[in-house]
């Protein structure tokens, strides 16, 4: 049994290539208010040029260029003061050859005017009338009117969650609704008979409380999907076929997180055999740890069968779950992780063909490799970050600068 | 104007290190499952151990280890079947010397037995009658009843935010609801008479829609604050003032963004002054962009003041708001940031004692740094991240390897 899961385990790179399901989900308006995080289902585009006049970038003289030009500390230019701009309204006056209006930043640029002398190159000797000591190029102290965003450009890219700045730019823009990929439901499905609700204040002998359903939850969350806690099921292969049936009709991912013995462990792929228009992807991952990792589609529903233990289940869910739950909410490309340069404290040692992935915790640039004598969750809890062991790698030597991925 | 406000500029370092406001926001009790990101406002203890009871961590058969001392494949030692444990029940046989339970992955070990045989190195030659072919020493096998966690034990640090698999734990110990501290709630002041609000459809003369609060708040919400919007205050110094005063009584941090012209500038620090019980900590950062940029604190409610350009404004938010708002938070240590290590596609000057914040386009490995002729937002929302020029550096050079703070 185990060395015929270790040779048919699948590199997760080949399962990260090849495990593309389709089932995308669908679009829906929002607010932009509550659009942070949220993917465009297509480019979002500017309906208007901004700032859509022109403004001055400084506090001064909006003027002509031509009339500045060979002004100089000893020889300056005179211009007639006549007018200012106020801040928020139409300029009320024109400028003419040998005219200046007083135009602070953000204001916009009188008619006739096509640059702004900044008041720190002028004078005022004479009431009504500015002294330049310096020119100024056309177009100097002015941001054009489409200079920000132009008619139809991109506001926002299709694929990308929104960021803040984002939300800024199309605030600017007027955009008041969004259309946006709908969060990704995913029904997390938790099986073993030893498993109860976590919020069971007394444990009968030999239970213990589901721990992964709460984090794949957490996880999903963070990721830009809506959890669906879809129960405890028995180690019962009816049961846990209605249940998957059920979660796969309500649902755009699911997640089972299986039963810990050898048994249990293979119930899952029983479970979605049994279902019509299902086919298994891969039962066995070159993962650890993680092996016990199945992917499937069922309906066009992506199924992620992940291994009983909790910090296994968290640790495959983040490396393969969350990649598909990406793709099926409309995320082009993966956010960027918090990372960190380290050395490594030991060496640790790996199986060419397989993806390792070591839980750190990093002080002063060392990163000391936490290992149990079981994969506890408190192990995951008291990392800092991870590491991963490249397939082609056998290992780690000790004082090796790695790249560990931090937790947040 | 601009001469004082060079030399009056105090270096950010100085700034983060000095401007330490002691408001810090109440608790509350939250439902685990809403609690991700939350942050514990004391550390949370385990009522109990974890697993809980001394568990198998592999199939095979519960026995005492010393019964297996010198077995090998020519001389099995012998064992009788005594019975099976099942998962989340108690066991139903205790182990005497020879004897051995049968017991899966996960379930609780029997009385009298201090190890577990992993099946595959057992075999079934007779009914009733087990073949141990290599040895066990005591404990193998087995995770204690408190591996995971003591009672007592630290489930949960307080002032970092909980995390997916902190929940989990949390899940694991049976904790239904956390005491965390209250969201800092952020009042978001936008000042200026050019500026409408963001879903103002048409715009008159010279009106810009309101685009930094919705940026702000965006940031706010990321860093787990909570955005209060209070509007747009024409430039007009008592209207600032009582928006203020307003925004000190309902929030724990205020954030005034300034309008731009000179006069708007000096308008937040007035405003600062016109209340009773407040200090103006400084005004004038050495940042770039980002100089006009005011720290305070009115009855002990931290205000920052940000320049009236929006990207100025939120450059300005991310290295001093955030840290402020994260602060008064109960956040004791920032989170991780994503980087990426890149090489610069061209040389950036920068002043000694002055940091620069540099928005750069990442592509295969190298930034490109990304400049307009003015701070406009689009240069934000087209970058992938920033590079930090440090107060003692001139600039960057050509090829220099650089850290980038990826946008996510």
Redo the contacts between chains.
């Keep these: 049994m185990?060395a015929t899961e270790f040779f048919t385990a699948l590199p997760v790179s080949a399962a990260l290539a090849g495990f593309r399901p389709l089932r995308r989900t669908g679009t829906e308006e929002v607010d932009?208010?509550a659009a942070?995080g949220r993917v465009p289902a297509a480019p979002v585009a500017s309906g208007a040029a901004?700032?859509?006049?022109a403004r001055s970038?400084v506090?001064g003289y909006a003027v002509r260029a031509a009339d500045t030009y060979g002004a100089g500390e000893a020889l300056p230019a005179y211009f007639d003061l006549v007018g200012a701009?106020?801040?928020?309204?139409?300029?009320d006056a024109a400028v003419r050859p040998g005219g200046a209006v007083q135009i602070?930043?953000?204001?916009?640029i009188p008619p006739g005017a096509d640059a702004v002398v900044m008041?720190?190159h002028t004078q005022v000797t004479m009431p009504g009338v500015i002294e330049v000591t310096r020119p100024v190029a056309v177009g100097g102290g002015i941001?054009r009117a489409d200079?920000?965003?132009a008619v139809g450009a991109e506001?926002?890219p299709a694929g990308r969650?929104l960021?803040?700045?984002?939300?800024?730019?199309?605030?600017?823009?007027?955009v008041?609704r969004v259309e946006v990929r709908a969060r990704p439901r995913v029904g997390i499905i938790s099986t073993?008979?030893?498993?109860?609700p976590?919020?069971?204040?007394d444990?009968?002998?030999?239970?213990?409380?589901?721990?992964?359903?709460?984090?794949?939850?957490?996880?999903t969350?963070?990721a830009g999907g809506a959890p669906s806690l879809r129960g405890i099921v028995p180690?019962d292969a009816e049961a846990l076929a209605a249940a998957l049936a059920a979660a796969v009709r309500d649902c755009d991912v699911v997640v089972v997180s299986a039963?810990?013995?050898?048994?249990?462990r293979d119930e899952t792929a029983a479970a979605v055999r049994a279902l019509a228009d299902s086919r298994v992807y891969c039962h066995g991952l070159a993962i650890k740890p993680g092996k016990p990792t199945l992917l499937a589609e069922c309906s066009g529903v992506p199924v992620v069968g992940l291994p009983?233990n909790?910090l296994s289940a968290?640790v495959v869910f983040r490396q393969v779950g969350l990649p598909v739950l990406r793709r099926v909410g409309g995320i082009a490309l993966p956010?960027?992780?918090?990372?960190?340069t380290a050395a490594m404290a030991r060496a640790v040692a790996s199986a060419a063909g397989r993806l390792d992935v070591v839980q750190v915790r990093v002080r002063d640039g060392v990163a000391t490799p936490l290992f149990?004598?079981?994969a506890?969750?408190?192990l995951?809890?008291s990392a800092d970050?991870y590491i991963v062991i490249p397939e082609a790698a056998t290992g780690i030597d000790e004082d090796a600068q790695v790249t560990v991925t931090?937790?947040?």
């Design positions: 185990s932009r208010a942070l901004l700032p859509g006049f970038t506090d701009v106020r801040m928020g309204s139409a300029p602070p930043t953000g204001a916009a008041v720190e941001v200079e920000d965003v506001l926002a969650a960021r803040a700045q984002d939300l800024g730019l199309l605030a600017a823009a007027g008041t073993g008979d030893e498993v109860v976590p919020d069971t204040a444990l009968g002998p030999g239970q213990v409380r589901d721990a992964t359903a709460s984090a794949l939850a957490a996880l969350e963070e180690d039963g810990s013995s050898v048994g249990a009983g909790p968290l956010p960027a992780e918090p990372t960190a149990g004598a079981s506890l969750l408190s995951l809890t970050g931090m937790y947040r």
